[in-house]
């Protein structure tokens, strides 16, 4: 499975901007797809995931309400919606991909990282 991120960018506080993670390769037996996020100085967290089938989607208490995750099948590439942008967002973000039944472990396949600032 292979991953492309794109859509970062800057922005200022409360704009928005939407990440893509196009999917190609043996997709169909994935789990979720999850996003992620690394800021500077802090370790990679996890803002949120969607399950690969169905439109089950999970998100890390600082983003909900402002950052939403869909998914389009035809063009297998999932968004990260990002909504009210605050400086503390301020990260790498990297889409990836499990098969393990979980959203929070078992992410094999990462796509390289896509810088989001939001300034102040």
């Known amino acids: 499975v292979q991953l492309q991120a794109s859509g970062g960018g800057l922005v200022q506080a409360g704009g928005s901007l939407r990440l893509s993670c196009a999917a190609s390769?043996?997709?169909?037996?994935?789990?979720?797809l999850g996003w992620f996020r690394q800021a500077p100085g802090k370790e990679r967290e996890f803002v949120g995931a969607?399950?690969?089938?169905?439109?089950?989607?999970y998100y890390t208490d600082p983003v909900k309400g402002r950052f939403t995750i869909s998914r389009d099948n035809a063009k297998n590439t999932v968004y990260l919606q990002m909504n009210n942008l605050k400086p503390e967002d301020t990260a790498v973000y990297y889409c990836?991909?499990?098969?393990?039944?979980?959203?929070?472990?078992?992410?094999?396949?990462w796509g390289q990282g896509t810088l989001v600032t939001v300034s102040s």
């Open positions: 990836a991909a499990t098969r393990a039944a979980s959203v929070l472990t078992g992410y094999d396949y």
């Open positions: 390769g043996r997709t169909f037996s994935l789990y979720a």
């Open positions: 969607i399950r690969w089938s169905g439109i089950s989607t």
